[in-house]
């Protein structure tokens, strides 16, 4: 069967689930869970020398007694081997943490189980597997209204970004915000095609890839992502975490050649995490959502701040060896708020060659309405000056649209940029602007000196005249851009209600 059969039957699944009231996103989950059971079931049946090691499924959790349930009986036996096997440890307990049925009714559960038990998944190659996959997690992140996108950043970007990294075999890489895996999954279809030897492969399977995501259902569907692309192995151990990436700092052993990542939008964090504590009274180990933290006091930061994407800019800093190479995507705020902003800049100018910022336009993510950019810098040894001697900007913003269905951003989009970029001889740049005889030319370059006088250093540049604005969002963006807004707006009214209700009036 194609993989497009494979994925269209999948997701056909998805739109009876709806009906039930099961969205995408849950939907995924527990065909996580469930493809789990069913691929360590196959390979159980294998001859030794192809089993996985260190997976061994209790008896009352193999997937031949699930698949003969029926009805409420079938809904309570799944119920009872999520919960049995959330308490494991080992890969099986980084798949089932917190772990939970969201599928209520016994019928939609049984259409879900004989989907996947009618496909044969490890006798699909991992390209078959993890395309059908990816595909879905990209139709989840379409979904505008379950927040699924803020996980998701397009595709084209991402290859885009790898082919200016440029990442080499024998060099490792990481991403300290994984979402669903994209930047490394991209990183490893890169390196592919460098014609790896045997001992190379099983260095990008094992030892080249590395991240966190903080958060557990986003967490298990990137592992679940990079497992089926052929990255770490289903019994041996995660080549990702579940943790908060800014909470510690990074020791000699977790440094990196390469940092490819686009941290969450947003300056604090309203992102709820789940917390694995003691109950005081029964002294059971008990998951409970506690919020993340905001700030963040580091010896290897320069600035405490609350801004959470200032922070990711040290800690990335702190996680690259020296000469490696970090590509991030970074709102607006952060070439320009001033404070911490401006000191975190001074020190990224001054120990850091940041030689390159793709201003990005508005339209191609799926949070609505976000200005973005992408920095582009090595990392350098301590000299007593200064390691940016030029930054070259590339605006591909001003008079650029794009929407997500009518003019999606694509990777020939941004064609002429990687051509400008010369990932394979970047010190041989040319400018396409000239005041005179190109004003509007993309590329072009500043000295450290004109950057540094600038008022707080501010690396929001941009030379070129916005024309005449047109809106190309389809009635349905346009009303996802208003239901965006809307649901901001009453975020901050019930944050200032909270406010409110904790000050006592006169």
Request: hydrophobic fraction near 35%; glycine fraction near 6%.
């Amino acid at each position: 069967m194609a993989d497009n059969t494979i994925s269209n039957k999948v997701w056909q699944i998805a739109t009876v689930l709806m009906d039930g009231g099961v969205s995408n996103s849950d939907y995924l989950e527990q065909i996580t869970f469930l493809l789990f059971l069913k691929m360590v079931d196959e390979n159980s049946h294998m001859p030794t020398p192809f089993r996985w090691k260190g997976i061994e499924l209790p008896d009352d959790c193999q997937w031949d007694l699930l698949i003969s349930k029926n009805g409420e009986a079938l809904k309570d036996h799944y119920n009872q081997i999520l919960t049995t096997l959330s308490k494991k440890t080992g890969m099986i307990g980084e798949i089932y943490r917190g772990a939970q049925n969201k599928i209520s009714s016994p019928v939609h559960l049984r259409k879900v189980i004989d989907m996947i038990n009618g496909i044969e998944w490890n006798s699909l190659s991992e390209d078959v597997k993890g395309d059908i996959y990816e595909s879905l997690l990209e139709k989840i992140a379409q979904d505008t209204k379950s927040g699924a996108g803020q996980y998701f950043t397009p595709r084209a970007l991402i290859k885009t970004i790898v082919k200016c990294v440029n990442p080499q075999l024998g060099k490792t890489i990481a991403d300290p915000c994984c979402g669903s895996g994209g930047f490394l999954l991209a990183a490893k279809s890169y390196m592919d095609e460098q014609n790896p030897g045997e001992e190379e492969n099983e260095k990008l399977k094992y030892s080249t890839f590395y991240g966190n995501e903080i958060v557990p259902n986003t967490y298990r569907m990137c592992l679940m992502n990079l497992l089926l692309h052929g990255i770490g192995e289903f019994g041996g151990e995660p080549p990702i975490k579940c943790v908060d990436s800014l909470a510690s700092q990074s020791g000699d052993s977790d440094l990196r050649d390469y940092v490819m990542t686009n941290p969450p939008f947003g300056k604090k964090s309203s992102t709820m995490i789940e917390v694995v504590e003691k109950d005081k009274e029964t002294g059971e180990e008990v998951v409970k959502l506690k919020r993340e933290q905001d700030n963040y006091v580091r010896n290897d930061f320069i600035a405490v701040t609350s801004n959470k994407q200032l922070n990711f800019v040290q800690h990335i800093k702190s996680m690259l060896k020296i000469g490696g190479t970090a590509a991030v995507v970074l709102p607006d705020n952060v070439l320009f708020e001033g404070g911490a902003g401006e000191t975190i800049r001074k020190n990224l100018l001054a120990s850091c060659d940041l030689h390159t910022i793709l201003r990005l336009p508005t339209g191609i993510f799926y949070a609505q309405g976000v200005k973005a950019n992408v920095l582009f810098f090595e990392k350098k040894p301590t000299t007593s000056t200064h390691q940016t001697k030029e930054v070259w900007i590339y605006d591909y913003r001003t008079n650029i649209k794009h929407t997500l269905k009518q003019n999606p951003l694509t990777e020939s989009s941004l064609d002429d940029f990687v051509a400008c970029y010369k990932p394979d001889d970047r010190y041989h740049r040319v400018e396409t602007y000239n005041a005179e005889t190109n004003p509007t030319g993309r590329w072009r370059k500043f000295s450290y000196e004109e950057l540094i006088s600038r008022d707080k250093t501010s690396l929001d540049i941009t030379w070129l005249k916005s024309g005449e604005e047109q809106d190309d969002c389809t009635l349905a963006e346009l009303l996802d851009i208003i239901e965006e807004k809307s649901k901001n707006i009453n975020n901050a009214v019930a944050e200032l209600k909270k406010l409110m209700a904790n000050i006592s009036e006169e």
